[in-house]
């Protein structure tokens, strides 16, 4: 409603009527405004309420969220100190094998260094008894022949023993070249007959 102003003045003319009718208005309108505020006030327990239990569903999902997060995290955590220990006995498992790996390749090396040293020893002593036995069959053959040569010895010395008497002593000049032509009567020629 347009009211126009006093000059000099602070004061505004209002129509009577229109106030009236405004005024109508407004008391028309009151007991519906009143109305609805009573609702709003009724329902202001039962809206907030309601504001208070979605809250609080907000922040248990929100708890339930951060619980499983870190049930999560847990977990992850829990796997890596798994992983961490698996690696670690694996590491050890490892380890353990290759130093039974070596300690075997260690227990073959000196079974097999023992064991050429007793075939060495067991060559040597087979070839100390080869010789020994060549020796003794060298000597045995070398006494046999000594025996043998002995005994020819024995019958050339015999033989000529028993030839000396019937040799004549050696001639000088002349005569030796007559003795050694073989006379009638001599060995050289019964040995022709």
């Given at each position: 409603?347009?009211?126009?102003?006093?000059?000099?003045?602070r004061r505004t003319l209002i129509d009577e009527e229109q106030l009236l009718e405004q005024l109508d208005l407004i008391r028309l309108s009151l007991p519906e405004a009143f109305h609805e505020a009573e609702d709003v006030v009724r329902h202001k327990e039962e809206i907030l309420l309601h504001a208070e239990q979605y809250a609080q569903e907000i922040i248990e999902n929100a708890e339930r969220q951060a619980a499983q997060i870190?049930?999560?995290m847990g977990i992850v955590r829990?796997?890596?100190?798994?992983?961490?220990?698996?690696?670690q006995r694996v590491q050890q498992e490892c380890e353990a094998a290759k130093e039974q790996t070596i300690a075997e390749l260690e227990r073959m090396r000196r079974q097999a260094q023992q064991e050429l040293e007793e075939m060495h020893r067991l060559a040597m002593e087979e070839c100390e008894e080869i010789q020994a036995g060549a020796d003794e069959y060298a000597d045995r053959v070398l006494k046999e022949m000594e025996h043998q040569l002995t005994e020819m010895m024995r019958v050339v010395r015999n033989g000529r023993q028993q030839l000396q008497p019937n040799l004549e002593p050696p001639?000088?000049?002349?005569?030796?070249g007559a003795s050694m032509r073989p006379s009638a009567g001599s060995k050289g020629d019964r040995s022709k007959n």
């Open positions: 409603m347009d009211s126009p102003r006093i000059p000099l003045s870190l049930n999560e829990q796997a890596e100190v798994e992983a961490q220990q698996i690696r001639m000088r000049g002349r005569d030796a």
